[in-house]
């Protein structure tokens, strides 16, 4: 019952710089977040449920990184079509900060899907923040539409092993209809008794129209996550 997700052969230059890997793998796009289920990978369709298969090139320097991949476009799938998907991201990280852009462009028969994203890294002290914002245009939607999403995070290590996390999210599902955003706001406490082992305690509120009983509910949850 396993699922491979990532399965690919990859050659790296002497230097280290530079590097190219073809398989199945992630395409690279935005901030790689362990929750599938945040906005930011939910609505992009770019997660780890989600790998697809083609070819990828990377380069690696002392402060920026990037990647362009030519992949398929039928994540997690058999190819459909004979579209492709083109996926690039670049970073450029400094010691307190990073910044980085990144963008999607999957041609498909139902139509052309585009991902236009920026994320950021910043270390404040005890506190470091991520954030993302991504402007997706996707005609396989009816007539098209216009889709907005985005993520604030804040993590506080309390002390080796325990990390208090803060977020908050947000989701403009159609850009030509008023008053149908929805947020979610959540905050987890994630522990690490020992290598390769994350429990998880944590809350997550969900704030939609009101008529609609899923976009407006609170969920708590326990969790125990093994790495291997």
């Known amino acids: ?17 530079w590097r190219v890997k073809a398989g199945q793998f992630y395409p690279p796009y935005g901030l790689r977040l362990e929750d ?15 790998p697809d298969r083609g070819v990828e090139l990377g380069y690696e320097s002392g402060r920026a990184s990037a ?9 997690a799938g058999a190819e459909t079509d004979e579209g492709k998907q083109l996926t690039t991201r670049f970073v450029y990280v400094q010691p307190a900060w990073r910044a ?13 899907r585009r991902l236009h994203g920026v994320f950021a890294g910043l270390r404040t002290g005890p506190l470091v923040w991520l954030a993302e914002a991504d402007y997706i245009d996707d005609e396989t939607l009816g007539d098209g539409r216009e889709q907005w999403v985005g993520l604030l ?37 994630e522990h690490f008794p020992a290598p390769f082992l994350q429990l ?11 008529q609609n009983d ?11 996550h093994g790495y291997f």
């Not at 908050?168 to 008053?179: K, L, M, S, T, Y």
């Not at 998880?200 to 704030?207: E, N």
Request: overall charge negative; hydrophobic content about 35%; cysteine-free.
């Open 1 to 17: 019952g396993s699922v491979n997700l990532e399965s690919y052969v990859r050659y790296t230059s002497g230097d280290q710089r």
């Open 36 to 50: 599938d289920s945040a906005f930011i990978r939910q609505v992009t369709g770019v997660n780890f449920n989600t």
């Open 67 to 75: 990647q362009l991949a030519v992949t398929n476009g039928a994540p």
């Open 100 to 112: 980085g852009l990144s963008y999607n462009w999957n041609h498909t028969d139902a139509g052309d």
């Open 153 to 189: 995070e804040a993590d506080w290590l309390i002390t080796r092993g325990i990390n208090l996390k803060a977020t908050a999210e947000f989701f403009e599902p159609d850009a030509d209809v008023d008053e149908d955003e929805q947020n979610r706001y959540s905050i987890v406490l």
């Open 200 to 210: 998880r305690a944590g809350a997550r509120l969900y704030d939609g129209i009101p």
């Open 214 to 224: 899923l976009q407006n509910r609170r969920i708590y949850f326990l969790s125990a």
